[in-house]
Antibody
Framework: VQLVESGGGLVQPGGSLRLTCAVSGLTFSDYPMTWVRQPPGKGLEWVAHISPPGSHTDYSDSVKGRFTISRDNAKRSLYLQMNSLRADDTAVYYC??????????WGQGTLVTVSS | QSALTQPPSASGSPGQSVTISCTGTRSDVGKYNYVSWYQQYPGKAPKLMIYEVTKRPSGVPDRFSGSKSGNTASLTVSGLQAEDEADYHCNSYAGGNTYLFGTGTKVTVL
């Protein structure tokens, strides 16, 4: 099983960024997926969750209305569209498989830095 | 959506035991038996060590054990080894497809 995030980088406050998580080694379309982030030197924070067909999504209060989680099961890919970015969104962003209420497989993470 | 509370640090000598607490509320830790624990080395992704409060994934040493009482879950590492020095994060399902992580605990092997 492999999860590989990409799309991170430096962006100015108020800007946008789209993260991608490419998944292999499992039947991607069978499982819910999650984004988790970790600000530098701090703990983990759950960000968003999406159902297997992509029809149901949930968000933490800190990103609701600014971030959108989506997926393309044909491409075995998970996405996180991040708009109106703020300095406190600076973090390493991880994608993870959600299997019965636990994140069991994780990617290596991609760093998003929001700064002018 | 407040983070679960963990002590910032914990330590023990090789061979000793260390226990880390994870305190939530009756809406998350107290309500659901979906508490998990993750080990994380610097610069690395988290690794699942305990799920559903007490269960260990294949390959995780039985030195790692989990428990829960009321709104507080705990992770115990018995027979501490140098390789156990890492950050540990708890996680709880909070209903409605939402989750909470703990504030994280740095374990030091003296």
């Amino acid at each position: 099983v492999q999860l590989v995030e990409s799309g991170g980088g430096l962006v100015q406050p108020g800007g946008s960024l789209r993260l991608t998580c490419a998944v292999s080694g499992l039947t991607f379309s069978d499982y819910p997926m999650t984004w988790v982030r970790q600000p530098p030197g701090k703990g983990l924070e759950w960000v968003a969750h999406i159902s297997p067909p992509g029809s149901h999504t949930d968000y933490s209060d800190s990103v609701k209305g600014r971030f959108t989680i989506s997926r393309d099961n044909a491409k075995r890919s998970l996405y996180l569209q991040m708009n109106s970015l703020r300095a406190d969104d600076t973090a390493v962003y991880y994608c993870a498989r959600d299997y019965d209420y636990v994140c069991d497989y994780w990617g290596q993470g991609t760093l998003v830095t929001v700064s002018s | 959506q407040s983070a679960l509370t963990q002590p910032p640090s914990a330590s023990g000598s090789p061979g000793q035991s260390v226990t880390i607490s994870c305190t939530g509320t009756r809406s998350d830790v107290g309500k659901y038996n979906y508490v998990s624990w993750y080990q994380q080395y610097p610069g690395k992704a988290p690794k699942l060590m305990i799920y559903e409060v007490t269960k260990r994934p294949s390959g995780v040493p039985d030195r790692f054990s989990g428990s829960k009482s009321g709104n507080t879950a705990s992770l115990t590492v018995s027979g501490l080894q140098a390789e156990d020095e890492a950050d540990y994060h708890c996680n709880s399902y909070a209903g409605g497809n939402t989750y909470l992580f703990g504030t994280g605990t740095k374990v030091t092997v003296l």
